[in-house]
Structures are given as structure tokens and as C-alpha cells.
């Protein structure tokens, strides 16, 4: 019975802190799937749970604490910055200026208001305390615990700081999902609606590309280079593979094509009737992917920094390679290779060319 007394009495033993880590983030994340009215605070609760664990007297070794926040805190920024990174100045150039002079703003109001609030109550309320309540209000993690290290070289001591953030931060979730909602009856939105038009917005604006056979029976497409064909209909597609001859290659801009050729077309699903109307005709029975040819497909990711930034257009791969881009796997979205796209780390790139350019 040693044993079951030290698992729950006994701070330091591995056990015990294991035990208690697992009991506040099992009873966080399953409280926090209870909905009241459609609404649940998700992983918001664990932060009720440990103050609750805490109340009922359960504590954990002072330097496995310590380590456990750090390190959490170090993942979660390190996860943040892989996810928003990449794209950070690029969405400058759509709404980004606006949306950050807001947050900017909201930065500023709120530190006046701390500021306020501190000369306030700066009797009973100190200023760890009153930190704590800023970063829990505005729910800024990593700024806890830049501010914790901050106290720490000026001589402050204690938790008061982490306990008034986990009092705020729960209580600053509530009041956005109230705001949330007071916002969504004064001004009668109807989230259905909104979700039907955000949906379609997202759809217009990164469509995921369709593929589909072109036979070429247009005459006057005779001799004509793959680069002209694209100039003649003024649609954006991708001839990932061109079957001529009995032979499949991976063409580039400027190889020919001829009547009878068949054409594997990546485009946007508006794009599919002017490609084919243009050409020829679309042909079902047959599927240049699963022939036998020395052409193949492989998913690439993007993980060299500097690939970050640069475009489609700037690897000039089918030119040089052969290889073709039909498709870019982002944030779980499928994205047409326009040449204007600028690539991400993290991206996947779909390439379809000779095994040896793929390679390369």
C-alpha cells in the first residue's frame, strides 16, 4: 500500500506528477466538450481543472514545473511560427496592414486599461498579479512567459503572476464567446448564411484543381506549341502528360502537339469545357497515369528556406526539367500551381516528370 500512498501524496516521485498531469488534462479536455446552448470552452477548461487540482491540494515538484511550462511554451511558439510564419509577410499584400494596425490597437487600449486598472486596486492587487490578469485577458501565453522572466530578474517571487493568468484566461474566453454572440443578435447575422458565403468565398478563391484526358481533333492545333495553346485560350491549365505516338512524355511549354495526341489536364473545374471544346474533345477511356511509361508522380515538401517566397514561374522546371507542377498542398488545401504562386515551407508540390528530373 507504500505505493499508492506515495502515487498520491508524494510531489516528487515521477509517479505522482505523471498522475496529476493526467487527471487535469483528461478532466480539462472531457469537461470542456460539454456544450451549454452549442458552446464548449475546449482545451480552455484544463485551466479550470488545475486550479481546481490545486485548490484540492494537488502539487507536483517545483523544478518539473518549472521545465513543463518552459517547454510547453517553447512548443507552442515553435508551432505557431511553423504554421504562420511562412505566409506572414506575404499577407501583407491582402488586408494584413489593416488587420495588425488593429491589433496594434487593441494592444495599446488594453495596456492602458492594465495600467489604469493597477493605480486602481494597487492596494490590494500587485503588480505580478495584475500582469497576470492582462496576459490571462488577452490570452497571450507567450507573453507570460516573457513576463515571468522578466520578474524573475527584477527580484519578484512567487506564482501570483501564473495563478491570475489561469483566472483570467478562462473568464476572457467566456466573455469573447458572450461578446460573440450580443454581436450576432444586435446586428441579426445568421451564422448559417455567413458560413454559406465564407464557404463559397474560400471556394472561388483556392479552388482545387480537377484532371481530366483531351484528345486533340482541332485541326488548327496542328504544329502549335503547348505554350501558344495557352495564349489562344486564355485559361491557366497544365499538360502534366502528353501521350503521341504510343509514347508518353512530360511535355514542356514549348513542345508541339498534333491531331490524335492525348492531353492529361490539370485547370480549375470552371476552366474544363473552354480547354476542351478548344482542343478537341475529352477522352474517358483512357488514363495516361496508370500507363506504363517512364513518366511518374511523386509528392515533394518544401522544407529548404530558401525556396520560401519564390514562385512557380521562378524554378522553370518544365523548361529546364520537364518536370510539371499540377497541384500544392497547403494547410489542407489544394492549390492550382499559378505561375504568380509563391511557395511556403511546408508546402507539398505534386510533380509529375522523369524519374531522374524528379529526383533532381
Known amino acids: 500500500m507504500d505505493w499508492l500512498v506515495s502515487?498520491?501524496?508524494?510531489?516528487?516521485?515521477?509517479g505522482h506528477i505523471l498522475l496529476v498531469y493526467a487527471i487535469v488534462i483528461t478532466v480539462g479536455l472531457l469537461l470542456g466538450r460539454i456544450k451549454i446552448f452549442g458552446i464548449s470552452l475546449g482545451v480552455t477548461f484544463v485551466l479550470f481543472a488545475g486550479l481546481a487540482a490545486g485548490y484540492f491540494g494537488f502539487t507536483v515538484n517545483t523544478t518539473v514545473l518549472?521545465?513543463?511550462?518552459?517547454?510547453?511554451?517553447?512548443?507552442?511558439?515553435?508551432?505557431?511560427?511553423?504554421?504562420?510564419?511562412?505566409?506572414?509577410?506575404?499577407?501583407?499584400?491582402?488586408?494584413?496592414?489593416?488587420?495588425?494596425?488593429?491589433?496594434?490597437?487593441?494592444?495599446f487600449l488594453s495596456l492602458a486599461?492594465?495600467?489604469?486598472?493597477?493605480?486602481?486596486?494597487?492596494?490590494?492587487?500587485?503588480?505580478?498579479?495584475?500582469?497576470?490578469?492582462?496576459?490571462?485577458?488577452?490570452?497571450?501565453?507567450?507573453?507570460?512567459?516573457?513576463?515571468?522572466?522578466?520578474?524573475?530578474?527584477?527580484?519578484?517571487?512567487?506564482?501570483?503572476?501564473?495563478?491570475?493568468?489561469?483566472?483570467?484566461?478562462?473568464?476572457?474566453?467566456?466573455?469573447?464567446?458572450?461578446?460573440?454572440?450580443?454581436l450576432r443578435f444586435i446586428f441579426r447575422i445568421d451564422l448559417k448564411e455567413e458560413d454559406r458565403m465564407w464557404e463559397e468565398s474560400e471556394?472561388?478563391?483556392n479552388e482545387a484543381p480537377i484532371f481530366f484526358h483531351v484528345k486533340v481533333t482541332n485541326a488548327a492545333l496542328e504544329g502549335k506549341q503547348l505554350e501558344q495553346l495557352r495564349n489562344f485560350i486564355g485559361r491557366p491549365f497544365i499538360c502534366s502528360r502528353l501521350l503521341h505516338d504510343g509514347t508518353i512524355i512530360s511535355p514542356h511549354a514549348k513542345d508541339t502537339v498534333h491531331v490524335g495526341d492525348v492531353m492529361r489536364i490539370v485547370?480549375?473545374?470552371?476552366?474544363?469545357?473552354?480547354?476542351?471544346?478548344?482542343?478537341?474533345?475529352?477522352?474517358?477511356?483512357?488514363?495516361?497515369?496508370?500507363?506504363?511509361?517512364?513518366?511518374?508522380?511523386?509528392?515533394?515538401?518544401?522544407t529548404r528556406s530558401a525556396m520560401n517566397g519564390l514562385t512557380v514561374h521562378d524554378l522553370h522546371l518544365s523548361r529546364y526539367d520537364g518536370v510539371n507542377i499540377t497541384r500544392i498542398f497547403r494547410a489542407g488545401m489544394t492549390l492550382f500551381p499559378y505561375p504568380h504562386l509563391r511557395f511556403q515551407i511546408g508546402d507539398v508540390v505534386y510533380c509529375v516528370g522523369p524519374e531522374r528530373s524528379i529526383r533532381r
Request: with cysteine.
Open 267 to 302: 485547370a480549375s473545374a470552371e476552366n474544363k469545357d473552354a480547354i476542351t471544346v478548344f482542343c478537341g474533345s475529352e477522352d474517358k477511356d483512357v488514363d495516361l497515369a496508370t500507363e506504363s511509361s517512364p513518366i511518374t508522380a511523386r509528392n515533394i515538401r518544401v
Open 66 to 107: 518549472h521545465f513543463l511550462r518552459d517547454f510547453g511554451l517553447i512548443l507552442f511558439v515553435f508551432f505557431i511560427g511553423l504554421q504562420v510564419g511562412p505566409s506572414f509577410f506575404s499577407s501583407f499584400r491582402s488586408g494584413g496592414v489593416q488587420l495588425n494596425l488593429l491589433t496594434l490597437l487593441a494592444v
Open 203 to 205: 471556394k472561388e478563391n
Open 113 to 182: 486599461v492594465t495600467v489604469g486598472l493597477y493605480f486602481a486596486f494597487s492596494d490590494t492587487v500587485s503588480l505580478p498579479q495584475m500582469l497576470g490578469v492582462y496576459f490571462g485577458a488577452v490570452t497571450n501565453t507567450p507573453g507570460l512567459g516573457a513576463t515571468q522572466e522578466a520578474l524573475n530578474m527584477l527580484d519578484y517571487k512567487g506564482e501570483d503572476i501564473a495563478v491570475a493568468y489561469a483566472c483570467a484566461y478562462p473568464l476572457a474566453v467566456v466573455a469573447i464567446i458572450a461578446t460573440s454572440i450580443c
Open 7 to 14: 502515487l498520491w501524496s508524494d510531489s516528487n516521485s515521477v
